[in-house]
């Protein structure tokens, strides 16, 4: 059973950045997918941006150019830089894992005041 810890959100003006970090409880190279996905209130969690093992990213439109996923294979990190923010982006950011079974972290909260 793979284990996520999140952590890096907060609040932050429009415009502005955070780095959320998602520490797994084992070596990432074995873990097929990892990535985020966000939930905004009264909407469906959506994904954010993923990361394969073999270094290939995907990541929601509304995000491009803003955001930047990546791993650390030497920490078992998979950070999500944003840049750019807006209040459009506040949500709870969820971290993803997918070894056969997908594996949820408790998720962090990110507010985008303007």
């Known amino acids: 059973q793979v284990q996520l810890v999140e952590s890096g959100g907060g609040l932050v003006q429009a415009g502005g950045s955070l780095r959320l970090s998602c520490t797994a409880s084992?070596?990432?190279?074995?873990?097929?997918?990892m990535g985020w996905y966000r939930q905004a209130p009264g909407k469906q969690r959506e994904l954010v941006a993923v990361?394969?093992?073999?270094?290939?990213?995907n990541y929601t439109d509304s995000v491009k150019g803003r955001f930047t996923i990546s791993r650390d294979k030497a920490s078992n990190t998979v950070y999500l830089q944003m840049n750019s923010l807006s209040p459009e982006d506040t949500a709870v950011y969820y971290c993803?894992?997918?070894?056969?079974?997908?594996?949820w972290g408790q998720g962090t909260q990110v507010t985008v005041s303007s």
């Open positions: 084992e070596h990432i190279f074995s873990i097929n997918v």
């Open positions: 993803y894992a997918e070894k056969i079974y997908a594996y």
């Open positions: 990361t394969t093992s073999i270094g290939r990213t």
